[in-house]
């Protein structure tokens, strides 16, 4: 059931998350530039690393909220994986082109693999929108990981605790993005055509 009030405490958490992207980017910048100056200021990386725990810890309290409280809306279940969405593409893209030292940042072909499925997933969902108003959304297990390994691969570089090159979580993560890829235009088909079988 969904709520009546279309800023509900638990959207408002939502937003929060939102906003903290940005926050996360402006520090990475001065974190960046320090590091081009051989004198890295490593307060700019821990207030960094903090503020993407701490909008990764909202998404877990945001969900609970909606759904202890039944605060749940069409506007919050708009925003919340948009939310997601912007704060992994954000440290994505930021530790692609701002390195936080040498060796430790993620290559520029995965966010473009990563940036080039999600623009085929949000294509395919107009697509099935034309064909079909009510499109199904049925989150696969492959996408899930997906998100886990991108987040592991950003722990991995903002965090510089583990002393082996990035490449390996990268490799893993680029595996499950082109999988859950796959397994999303594959739905795709099935809704578009129910008699197709892979």
């Not at 945001?62 to 593409?89: C, E, H, V």
């Not at 996408?143 to 090159?165: A, E, N, R, Y």
């Amino acid at each position: 059931m969904l709520h009546s009030a279309c800023v509900t405490l638990a959207t408002k958490i939502t937003l929060f998350r939102f906003f903290l992207a940005p926050v996360f980017a402006i520090l990475t910048v001065y974190y960046g530039e320090t590091v081009q100056t051989d004198f890295p200021d490593e307060r700019y990386r821990w207030w960094a690393v903090g503020v993407f725990i701490l909008a990764s810890l909202t998404d877990a309290l945001d969900g609970y909220i909606a759904r202890r409280y039944n605060q749940r809306t069409k506007f919050g279940a708009f925003m919340d994986p948009f939310a997601d969405k912007t704060l992994l593409l954000t440290g994505i893209v930021f530790l692609t082109f701002i390195p936080w030292g040498e060796g430790w940042h993620i290559p520029v072909w995965f966010t473009a693999l990563m940036i080039i499925r999600d623009i085929i997933i949000i294509g395919g969902i107009c697509i099935l929108h034309y064909f079909n108003s009510h499109v199904p959304i049925r989150p696969h297990w492959t996408g899930k990981v997906c998100t886990v390994t991108q987040m592991i691969l950003l722990g991995w570089i903002m965090l510089k605790f583990i002393p082996f090159d990035p490449i390996y979580p990268t490799i893993i993560a680029t595996i499950f993005t082109i999988w859950s890829g796959v397994e999303y235009f594959r739905e795709g088909l099935r809704q578009i055509q129910p008699d197709y079988e892979v």
